[in-house]
């Protein structure tokens, strides 16, 4: 646990760490953000020896404790109920050593937990030693020590109590042990937030461990109460089982009471056991009343999960008819209506992957943070932007949007004229041309990741020469025209960059070149001093790399990089008395 300490050194600085696991009241509405910030204190008090409370020390101390809390829940009403002498004894044998071990662990835990910070009211972590452990002691400290009392012994050893009955009846009080089981619920809280683990799964096995742990309990108790009455005839042993009953071994008894406590709860009742006393009565009474509570709550679980699942089904249908509808009154060819039903069944059954279903609603300094994060670096890479100011790229995100294709969807069409700047996030996708001698497609490139393409309609506004069809799953970041206008708007010095930038990526003399100025953005001009002048100023001086004046530009990369192209070109235009159309200039960053 040694590096989960907190020491003296960091208090100077801006620590970062996740969320605590002591959360209360209002923190936990918050306990799934994944950092908290230790902010500087104006008292400067003791924080050296701190947890982390997300380190892999604690976690492990944490996680051990838990399966600690689950020995407990199993092994002391078992051990009330069938032991002859429970509670802490000498080493004489299995269950006391165990007992030793569990009674140990959770006093050294109330010690560790003096030493684990907690989340304030404001959402910031406490790092003040003498206020964390003066929380602990107000919270959970007693309960804990509820948790490790031996108050069975105790009472015992100050009263000299030998008689076997009377020890039996103190033997009641080791119960107060089960208050560790706290635990056991806050494991399957953190649970239920992973999103790693499935909603159902984790239902369901947390309703399993309560059923076990209640009936293991109740079986136990049913148990206890017959051995108090000595299994004479006036209790539910015995009166239904046989007289060597005695003789058994105490798992063939334990599997008799925890059979008669599953049967209680579940109401089944076949007759073949039943109370006879009035303890039996009674306790039986107050087992069915909380078994009403507790059926009604799994019940209620499981029957949540089935409905949530019937209205995505309900939903997915409902979109299904639309589109049928649809596709219907506008006859729509079968492929075109498959290709839709694919996208549709693709994108609710991934909410996730579109960006505004995660960020919308998010705070807007917190939705910055995740384009910035998300977008910036590719932006940054790409030739198109090079030397250009964060600012103007953050612009350029902050009304982007997205699309998401499934694979052999197409994203470009030829002959389309494009009004949106194009770049491939994630996926790879196929460029084709159509061979006139034969009217088939030829694929001639790929584009990958951090790619930019069709970007010479874009600035020519000519139709695209080829199509562009998703080979994967691609995610396309799409700048349109209104937002690259904007933004060259509030740059003036941008604006002149990507001018260059575009120069240098020499446009082909068969395309007549776009400038921004055309989209409505005053042409720069001035020297490199004057990038920064704002937009609408004037000078007598042309910037000598401006778009207009590369019309006889003859050099282009194209992005066809197959060796063979040329060669396929050439027979394609031999075929045909129709000129070829001429290939398109910028699809790629190299």
Known sequence: MGS????????????????????????????????????????????????????????????????????????????????????????????????????LVFLIDIGVQFFVPHIRMDGLVEKRRRRVMMHYFRTWFFVDLVGIIPFGTIVAESMSITDDTYLRSLALLRLFRLVRARRIFRFFRDFETNIRLSLVVTTLLRNLTIVVLVGHFAGCMFYFISRWYEFDDDTWIGATLEEDFANKTELEKYIYTFYFSITTMTTVGYGDFSPKNTAEVVFGTCYMIFNILLNSYILGTITLIVIKADEQTGTLRALFDKLNSFAFLNRLQEPLRKLLKEHIRFTFENPSIQDKDVLDGLPMGVKRTVLRSLYLPVLSNLHLFKGTSPGFLMKLVEDCKVDVYIPDQTIIADGDVMHELHVMMAGVAHQYIEMEANGDEEKVGEIGESKLFAMESFFTLQEVSYSVRSRTICRVLVLTRDVFETACKMFPRDHKLVERNLASNRIPTNSSVTSLSSFGVPPMSGSDSEDNAPSGVTTNQTPPHSLHHHPTQQHFSSPFADENLNTRLSRNNSATTHPTPPLPTIVSEE
Request: aromatic share 16%; glycine share 8%.
């Open 4 to 103: 989960g300490l907190l020491k003296r050194g960091f208090s100077d600085k801006s620590l970062k760490t996740r969320r605590s696991l002591q959360a209360r009241s209002i923190t936990a509405a918050i306990k799934n953000v994944n950092t908290a910030v230790f902010e500087e204190e104006e008292e400067e008090e003791n924080v050296e020896f701190l947890l982390d409370p997300l380190g892999n020390g604690y976690r492990a101390w944490w996680y051990f404790t838990t399966l600690c809390s689950f020995l407990t829940g199993f092994f002391t009403p078992w051990e009330v109920a069938f032991q002859d002498e429970p509670g802490l004894r000498p080493y004489k044998d299995g269950p006391a050593v165990v007992e030793f071990i569990l009674s």
